[in-house]
């Protein structure tokens, strides 16, 4: 069976955000939700365009999907994100009540994970490593630009 | 010698804010940030008004308080709220490179505090306990009269 709506469908779609906040200047991690196979938000760090360092992807886009569903809660939705979300971004996919989240590139220092007890509630499905080489590389590019 | 501005005058300030929010049927949490003296930014909790589970207090505070300032890194700035910001929080005060924090009421369940590894950079001042029976109460009589 062909299945064109799969994890690795959805992360490139990130992928593409986190693309997006490359070209601008911006540390390139994007996210999307996805609703019922449909992305009802999309969005990446913006924390020097609104000079806020609360603009990262997840929040941008957890608040982007609220305001699409018309509720504030993300009961039946899933997060994409490129890399592994950070203290701040856990708790509020934490709070967002999403049902699963899916990322790609881990982040050792700065990733939810290395957290205990755990940021999520163990109800909250977590898939790791969706297309990691390519979100890490984008990261990693980016990086390298800026110390030419 | 007498000092107007000390930790207990902005946590009142903090409080008010709490006391807004109850006003208007947001669970009664205020911030506000200061800067050489000054409150550069004030605000309470709008999960509901905003529909978005990203609108506690801290966040609008740090992100009004970057606007403020110009820039999104608040060091010279002291971040006060009536009680112990959550997971979401910590991480967002811990971008944001606040020099203090100054909490009332402890959040055992949620807090920042609980967490392993510290969530703040240990060079971030923390103060606890400031006005603790006041901002504790504002949250009880909100949950008190919800369930009459």
Redesign the interface.
């Known amino acids: 069976m062909i299945t064109p709506f799969d994890d690795a469908y959805y992360m490139r779609q990130a992928l593409q955000e986190a693309e997006l906040a490359a070209e601008e200047g911006e540390i390139p991690v994007g996210a999307i939700v996805v609703w019922k196979n449909r992305i009802i938000a999309r969005a990446h760090n913006q924390?020097?365009r609104l000079?806020?360092?609360?603009a990262h992807a997840e929040?941008l886009a957890?608040?982007a999907a609220?305001?699409a569903i018309?509720?504030?809660?993300l009961k039946d939705c899933t997060l994409y994100v490129t890399l592994e979300p950070?203290?701040?971004?856990?708790?509020?996919i934490?709070?967002?009540q999403l049902s699963k989240v899916v990322f790609g590139a881990r982040d050792e220092k700065r990733g939810f994970e290395?957290?205990?007890?755990n940021?999520l509630h163990s109800k909250i499905e977590v898939v790791r490593g969706i297309m990691a080489a390519e979100c890490q590389a984008v990261v990693d590019d980016f990086f390298k630009n800026l110390r030419k």
């Not at 290395?114 to 007890?117: D, K, M, N, Q, V």
């Open positions: 924390t020097e000079m806020d360092v609360t929040m957890i608040t609220a305001n018309g509720g504030k809660y950070c203290t701040m971004c856990g708790g509020a934490s709070w967002s290395r957290l205990s007890p940021v």
